[in-house]
């Protein structure tokens, strides 16, 4: 399977970016063949939606997974609805690091809602 | 006459001289440009007789038509639209970057795939208070601009019979460009501060660029303190009337009120040079 | 890691936001707090003026491209001119035009042209800076007046910022916000830490916090009240403070309004260093957000 990871430079011991529609770079690992790929982020300095077209990379890409330190609500929504799971690296891990985490289960899924959805949640409860 | 009120920034008393304004020349329409911060109500106090709802077309897909071929989502300037392909087969709009532009619905291949629907993106009403017609269009949270608004509200007072002033946004940006060009006149309000002749600097900037005839409004006039009129005076600018500080005024603001009286015969005569100038 | 972004901004203009983020400015600097000062008012960017940056490096910011008709090439087919959303096509002597200030910018002129005759052209509608002042780096901006896309320049500054604190491990980024709701306050929201909201205790300000509060709920970013020009109007206040109470929204505490700061204001002063009380109560209200802000990872 394919993980796509955000990350500061384009080979394994790079660290992971924890941005991610901003991140410098991405790289692509595949999980059985033990392969990856890597590619500066085309839309680190767009004027907006910049996580809605990096999300897309990762769709392309035909990644089942990503990892990154926080994801933006917009990317989120792009991913949730591509079916893309989300887990957040360790601070300071390495690209290879990340991944050895991740197939150990070690790393947290980013399941939580949008804060868009918190604040939705939280109005209807003040109202 | 269509007379707008613009400041630098916020804060200057924008609000405050347009409202005295307003109701110093009525019988007069007083409209509320100011859309993401309409505050001209508040010490207008009117009588609300219509409500209308502002709506702008967005997309909508229509899932049994559409082959998720991407072509909308790859069109869209402001990227508001993503389509996941098959086998997935999702599609996500995002309404807070969408402008209404049109772009997606012009280049979708498939036949009623890509639908426009109108969304609400705000209000505008319309009401009375003694001789003064009432209008302003509120915002809703969110939205990326206030343009639309304001031209539908231009569009609104076209005809209208009589003189208008119109409450400008703050700032320079684009709406406050939308709401001043085509104005007969333009107000701009400043106070006497190096802050406040920054800023009324960049606004005039904005105005010559618009070649609109304009002049100077002191708000906040302290005595002795003539730092307006200096740079007024550089850029052969007219300044027309000072507001002098006052706490009391200041008093009555926070409560919501304005001693409408106490300012009626200097704006009338203000209004008398500025039809002479306007000519 | 990941700098905290303080961005203050409050519903309108006039409530002394600038006022209020050049005093932490000041504050912080005399606590030896290491951080980087990002003024997004660009419309308006007045931080500048009592922090007195010195710009070391500059750079014209490109906003959105704008459409332009080749004269030669056009039929005056009128096609573009009907199908344009912003009324930004005009027939000026004969001549279709298209109104730079009205385009959008959003290319359905120029992909309908049947002789593609329209090309979109990129404007610069700003430029951005990179300075020292004597409380650290600062990251600033110009809009060229009439332009739009603050969004973007905004978004830009806080980026230049968030690089700063990056190369040079620096915890903290101050952004001076702008005023109002919508694009540009949306921008500065994205990505904070926390986000202060300055009121006046006038009958408008508070119609207009709630507005702002919105905004700032609208993207689930920890937030809080500051009271600006406190005493003017003690009802006022006591309404504020009761709705910041039913909203479960921190109240951080009230600046007084007096004659200093307005002395301040006209010397080019920062108020906390120079009206003893102010920088009490920015202290209070400094430490509040700092506790706020390093609580979470």
Redesign the interface.
Known sequence: MKIFITAKGTDLNSKVD??FG?ADYYVIYDTETGEYTAGENPHK?G??AVGISFAQIAIENGAKVAIS??F??NAFEVLRAAGISMFRAKPEQSIKEAVKSFMKGELEEFKES???E??EK??KE?K | MKIAVAS?????GK?TFSVLFARAIAPALYVDADV??P?GG?FLKPEIVHEQDFAEPVPKIIPEKCTYCGECAR?C?YKAIVIIPPPAKKDLFFP?LC?????CA??CPEKGALIEVPKKKGVVRVGKTQDLDFMEGI?N???????PLI?ELKRKIKDYPGDVVIDA??????PV??AT?DADFVILVAEP???GV??LS??V??IE??SLPHAIVVNKAQEG?FIVEEYAEKKGIEVLYRIPFSEEL??M????NLPFDDFREGLKSLYERIKERVG | M?AKEIVIIS?????GK?TITSSFVWLMHKHGEKFVIADADV??A?MH?LLEPKIEYEEEFV??SVAVIDDAECTSCDICRQ?C???AIDIVDDTYRVNP??C?????CA??CPVKAIEMVPQVVGKWFLSSTKFGPMVHAR?I????????LV??VK?QAHLISEKENIPYILVDGP?????PV??SI??ASFVAIVV??????I??ME?AT??A?????PHGIIINKSG??P??EEQIKEFTKK??IPFLGSVPFSMCVIDA??N?KIAASACSEVERKIEDIFSRILEVVNEKP
Not at chain 2, 8 to 12: H, P
Not at chain 2, 141 to 147: F, L, Y
């Open positions: 924890p941005r901003r300095k004027q907006m330190g926080n933006g609500p949008t804060p868009r918190v604040a939280l109005e003040l | 630098g920034k916020g804060g200057t609000t993401e911060e505050n508040i069109a300037p807070e402008h209404s532009c049109g772009v012009f280049v915002l949270i969110g939205e990326p601009s206030a343009v031209r946004p703050p700032g320079t940006s684009c460009v939308e060009e501060t190096p802050f920054h800023d960049l606004v900037e904005m660029q618009l303190n200041a008093r603001y926070s409560k919501g | 990941n519903g309108k203009g006039g409530t600038t419309d308006a007045d003026i906003g959105k199908l959303r912003f009324d200030f009205k959008d910018g959003c290319t359905l992909i309908a809009l007046p009439g332009a739009e896309n603050s969004g973007n978004t830009m980026h005023p109002g709701i919508g694009c949306t921008s994205s990505g006046e205790p006038s009958f408008s300000a119609h207009d507005r919105d905004t709920l609208h993207f689930g970013v003017i109007n009802e006022n909203r479960g204001l006209v080019k």
